[in-house]
């Protein structure tokens, strides 16, 4: 089992606002759909024991 840590929702979002997206056209990420968002969110998981 994997849990994201803490606000990881929210660092994602101020990136793509950095990076140009508009704030009102971001929705809370509930499928990975592309790398970008692979390699974020992958990059910042932590196993849990079971």
């Known amino acids: ?4 840590q803490p606000e990881t929702s ?3 979002h101020d ?3 950095y990076q140009g ?3 009102n056209q ?4 509930r499928v990975i759909l ?6 974020f969110f992958f990059g910042l998981l932590q ?4």
Request: aromatic fraction near 12%.
């Open 15 to 17: 990136m793509m606002v």
């Open 34 to 39: 592309n790398e970008r968002q692979r390699k």
């Open 1 to 4: 089992m994997f849990f994201l």
């Open 26 to 29: 971001l929705k809370p990420v």
């Open 21 to 23: 997206a508009s704030m």
């Open 10 to 12: 929210l660092l994602y």
């Open 47 to 50: 196993k849990m024991d079971e």
